[in-house]
């Protein structure tokens, strides 16, 4: 019976004692912060026309002149940075440079590019290649060949 009533005596301390927790003297937490927002950026896509026509991979180009123009149609959504454009030729040859350039597209989808230094019945190797600003793992390549007449 004395151990009965001892029991009595000290669950009430016992509940009593227990606190709520997380009581901060009654201050509020400031306003969270939201994670934030990552934005996938699409692969970049890509196709190269010359004289309006798509070029076909698997033919070389013949080339009018020495200088040939070739439209780099951005297919693919623009990166919000924009994208580089680099076009590399090369002579099939000796593999040496024939000519090279670079630009950059921030607006539009359709860029335009020359070729240069290109010789007469001289086999070339054109390099196309679009990499995004933002992330540079995005990039994307395209090669064709080419060939003064």
Known sequence: ???????????????????????????????VTPPPVVITESDIAFKIEIDAKEVDYTNPVAALAATQKVNINVTSTLPKDGVTIDVVTKKNKDNTEVSKSSASSTSGATNE?????????????????????????????????????
């Open 1 to 31: 019976m004395k151990l009965f009533k001892l029991a009595l005596v000290a669950i009430p301390f016992v509940l009593f004692s227990c606190s709520k927790g997380g009581d901060t003297g009654g201050t509020t937490p400031g306003p």
């Open 113 to 149: 590019a020359s070729i240069t230094s290109l010789s007469p019945g001289v086999l070339c190797t054109v390099t196309v290649t679009v990499t995004s600003k933002t992330k540079s793992s995005n990039t994307s390549s395209k090669t064709f060949q080419i060939a003064q007449k």
